[in-house]
T-cell receptor
Framework: GAVVSQHPSWVICKSGTSVKIECRSLDFQATTMFWYRQFPKQSLMLMATSNEGSKATYEQGVEKDKFLINHASLTLSTLTVTSAHPEDSSFYIC?????????????FGPGTRLTVL | GQQLNQSPQSMFIQEGEDVSMNCTSSSIFNTWLWYKQDPGEGPVLLIALYKAGELTSNGRLTAQFGITRKDSFLNISASIPSDVGIYFCAGRGAQKLVFGQGTRLTINP
């Protein structure tokens, strides 16, 4: 199998606080992990791509100082939303690419719903 | 940047009916993918298409990769209640996927 988990599945926080979301590949090594954001009734928008052991590559318009990504191991990537504001409320989804596999083959996590009050 | 136009945005059908949705792009993609997303979940891959003109089936689902490599369609035959959800097309660009806006499928029993 190729299972990707995310934790937490949902989180509510106060404006100005930071929130960390974890993405884990449970039964495979993920050399690349992707972070997406999905607003209600909208599509998935790629935020950043992270390769194990190197800095993440952010998409245009995504603030790297606000959305901190760490891909410290082949099975774990974290996204930290710093100084969160209500407009950051969204559904955050990660995906992982297996070592040696194509970028077509991304396995998605179940998502984390962030609500910033 | 690359964009995918997916239509229709939503569909309301009767159980048992066939469904068709499509995606078009101004850019060429070398791979087209179709995903289904249930509420509060991540997308699940349904079909992957790798060659222009390719027609691939997965049970009641059939998808085709357009000859021009700028479009793809997904058909669902004899819909059942569990087909409800949001369907996304995705094209593979340079080391990343670009998603369409999604088609929300609602089925009346």
């Amino acid at each position: 199998g190729a299972v990707v988990s995310q934790h937490p599945s949902w989180v509510i926080c106060k404006s100005g606080t930071s929130v960390k979301i974890e993405c884990r590949s449970l039964d495979f090594q993920a050399t690349t992990m992707f972070w997406y954001r999905q607003f209600p009734k909208q599509s998935l928008m790629l935020m950043a791509t992270s390769n194990e052991g190197s800095k993440a590559t952010y998409e245009q318009g995504v603030e790297k100082d606000k959305f901190l990504i760490n891909h410290a191991s082949l099975t774990l990537s974290t996204l930290t939303v710093t100084s969160a504001h209500p407009e950051d409320s969204s559904f955050y989804i990660c995906s992982a690419r297996k070592r040696g596999h194509s970028y077509n083959e991304q396995f998605f996590g179940p998502g984390t719903r962030l609500t910033v009050l | 940047g690359q964009q995918l136009n997916q239509s229709p945005q939503s569909m309301f059908i009767q159980e048992g009916e066939d469904v068709s949705m499509n995606c078009t792009s101004s850019s060429i993609f070398n791979t087209w993918l179709w995903y289904k997303q249930d509420p509060g979940e991540g997308p699940v891959l349904l079909i992957a298409l790798y060659k222009a003109g390719e027609l691939t089936s997965n049970g009641r689902l059939t998808a085709q990769f357009g000859i021009t490599r700028k479009d793809s369609f997904l058909n669902i035959s004899a819909s059942i209640p569990s087909d409800v959800g949001i369907y996304f097309c995705a094209g593979r660009g340079a080391q990343k996927l670009v998603f369409g806006q999604g088609t929300r499928l609602t089925i009346n029993p």
